[in-house]
């Protein structure tokens, strides 16, 4: 069975410093892994995805994600964090093949202080 | 634009009742999912379907019903058996070449 922790329910940032949201991930064969963003009220947004390739990979609004398959992780960054990236972010794993129904985390909520 | 739209965004149901929340979309996706999503629970699955007429159930089915009549819409009812329909719904949609998952921008349901 697949799965994906968030270790940390809530990570506070200042305006302008660096930010990494955690995520490790258990799923039999290769992972197709994937970072969204949700808004209050709000659908979840797609911002990046490891499919193969680089293990850095670079999303939308300036967020990127590593991929380390011996630690089996895949944490979100952003160089320089802005108080609108404040949000609810999840990670979600699926296999590379089989059912097409990927697991999610729990949600980190990420709060940039001005 | 292509999306998926999802309506009502706010419903308020009363004990006993059916609701049907509808998700529609035009993105040519064949596979279509509902989510409910709770405080600090993350997405939990509720039923998925992958083609037409053909629909499976998730790990929280109990309580609720879909159909899958045409390749856009993927309508969920939430029967008077769902002890705590409280909750944000989510609708997502996926297709043969992408790998991630579209969502619609979700129903709030409430119980009063």
């Known amino acids: 069975a697949q799965s994906v922790a968030q270790p940390e329910d809530q990570v506070n940032v200042a305006e302008g410093n660096p930010l990494t949201v955690k995520c490790t991930y258990s799923v039999s064969g290769n992972p197709y892994l994937f970072w969204y963003v949700q808004y209050p009220n709000r659908g979840l947004q797609f911002l990046l995805k490891?499919?193969?390739?680089?293990?850095l990979v670079k999303g939308s609004y300036g967020f990127e994600a590593e991929f380390n398959k011996s630690q089996t992780s895949f944490h979100l960054k952003k160089p320089s964090a802005l108080v609108s990236d404040s949000a609810l972010y999840f990670c979600?794993?699926?296999?590379?093949?089989?059912?097409?129904?990927?697991?999610f985390g729990r949600g980190t909520s990420l709060i940039v202080h001005p | 634009d292509g999306g998926i739209t999802q309506s009502p965004k706010y419903l308020f149901r009363k004990e006993g009742q059916n609701v049907t929340l509808s998700c529609e979309q035009n993105l040519n996706h064949d596979a279509m999912y509902w989510y409910r999503q709770d405080p600090g629970q993350g997405l939990r699955l509720i039923y998925y379907s992958q083609i037409v007429n053909d629909f499976q159930k998730g790990d929280i089915a109990e309580g609720y019903s879909v159909s899958r009549e045409k390749k856009e819409s993927f309508p969920l009812t939430v029967t008077s058996a769902q002890k705590n329909p409280t909750a944000f719904y989510l609708c997502a949609s996926l297709g043969r070449t992408t790998y991630g998952y579209t969502f619609g921008s979700g129903t709030r349901l409430t119980v009063v």
């Open positions: 490891y499919i193969t390739g680089d293990n």
């Open positions: 979600a794993v699926r296999p590379e093949g089989g059912s097409y129904i990927p697991t």
